[in-house]
């Protein structure tokens, strides 16, 4: 039988690098937990027990550091997984997103040979904050005739309420206001 985790405290695996990458910003930087055999394991099968009600068919990691919860948690769901990536990143054919940051905008890119018709997709990053870059995820998958399940990552920003910018529930493992 498995245990089931539901919660985990990540605070102490996640560094805080004020001013990166400018003044102003807080960078919440995962390496830490990535590092860490323990708290990675915990990490994935926390995402999988929150994941497991919305039974996705894929799960979409958004470049770059969604990818590395994307793949175990796709592995551990048996699902599939696709890349949303920044603009320039993928070969082929692609629909583009653009989207705004906190402190700069930015693309997203999706290739348009990925089979997400009728598919329910989860969206996994490593930091949700304004939402833009979900949003624009959200909004390649839809072009693409899939369903966002959910939206799912590591960290949420509170204060800046990203998720009110998505039309699907939005689940995440750690919260800070900014």
């Known amino acids: 039988m498995i245990k089931k985790i539901s919660q985990i405290n990540l605070d102490k695996h996640i560094a805080k690098v004020p001013n990166f990458p400018k003044n102003g910003i807080t960078f919440y930087d995962i390496s830490p937990i990535l590092e860490n055999s323990h708290f990675l394991k915990n990490t994935i099968d926390v995402l999988f027990e929150k994941a497991i009600p919305f039974k996705p068919e894929l799960v979409a990691g958004i470049d770059a550091r969604g990818f590395l919860f994307a793949t175990p948690l796709a592995y551990k769901l048996n699902c599939g997984c696709i890349m949303i990536r920044k603009s320039n990143k993928l070969p ?67 204060g800046l309420k990203g998720r009110e910018k998505l039309n699907c529930p939005v689940m995440s493992l750690q919260s800070y206001l900014f």
């Open 92 to 158: 082929g054919n692609v629909l583009t997103q653009s989207y705004n940051l906190e402190y700069d905008s930015a693309e997203l890119t999706i290739q348009k040979e990925r089979q997400l018709s009728g598919k329910r997709i989860l969206i996994v990053d490593d930091l949700i904050a304004t939402g833009g870059s979900l949003n624009a995820a959200q909004t390649l998958v839809e072009k693409m005739g899939g369903t966002v399940c959910c939206a799912l990552c590591i960290i949420e920003l509170t």
